[in-house]
């Protein structure tokens, strides 16, 4: 086994030129044991819509596999649903004693936020992945608005809107699952 080792590792690196499936990957990474393939094949099959999986894929995913996909799927969607249709504000938001025009800052945050972000959020071609919603937000321009406002909620949504999160933590909670059920 040892004396192999070597040979799996190379080529599974060199495979990894290869453009495979992401199904096959993972069906390569159960039969091989290579762990650090799970999360990269994971992470395509996710944002891959079900209807451009292909025989290939049907063939080497079993259906409890692609059960705990779809489902993350339809929970990502949802999630996505959430934070889109609803701009996001922190708690205390509506108390900012130096601001003396928030009313705008609202305002500005809100058109920003259903005209710009929703639309990248819900693009069905490349959606923007939701931890990366305050960095998109951060540069976009929003004229009229207090930059401390701007920057009190762009804190905020870093370290603890739930909204951001979610779908990182549905795609590492799949990536954990499939580990535990291959390792
Ligand atoms: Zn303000």
Request: proline share 8%.
């Amino acid at each position: 086994m040892w004396d192999i080792l070597p040979g799996i590792n190379f080529a599974s690196r060199e495979l990894l030129h290869f453009d495979l499936h992401p199904a096959h990957c993972l069906y390569l990474a159960q039969k091989y044991d290579l762990s650090n393939w799970i999360e990269g094949a994971i992470r395509r099959l996710i944002a891959s819509p079900l209807e451009r999986y292909t025989n290939e894929s049907t063939d080497t995913l079993p259906f409890p596999l692609y059960q705990i996909i779809a489902t993350a799927k339809e929970s990502i969607t949802l999630d996505r649903m959430r934070l889109a249709n609803h701009p996001p504000f922190p708690p205390n938001f509506d108390g900012q004693p130096y601001c003396s025009h928030h009313e705008t800052c609202k305002r500005v945050w809100t058109e920003k936020w259903f005209y710009t972000m929703g639309r990248r959020i819900h693009n069905p071609a490349s959606p923007l992945p939701l931890l990366k919603v305050p960095d998109a937000l951060e540069a976009l321009d929003h004229p009229g608005m207090n930059q401390e406002c701007k920057s009190s909620i762009l804190t905020w949504m870093r370290q603890s809107c739930a909204g951001v999160q979610r779908e990182e933590i549905v795609i590492r909670g799949v990536i954990a699952t499939v580990h535990d059920m291959f390792m």
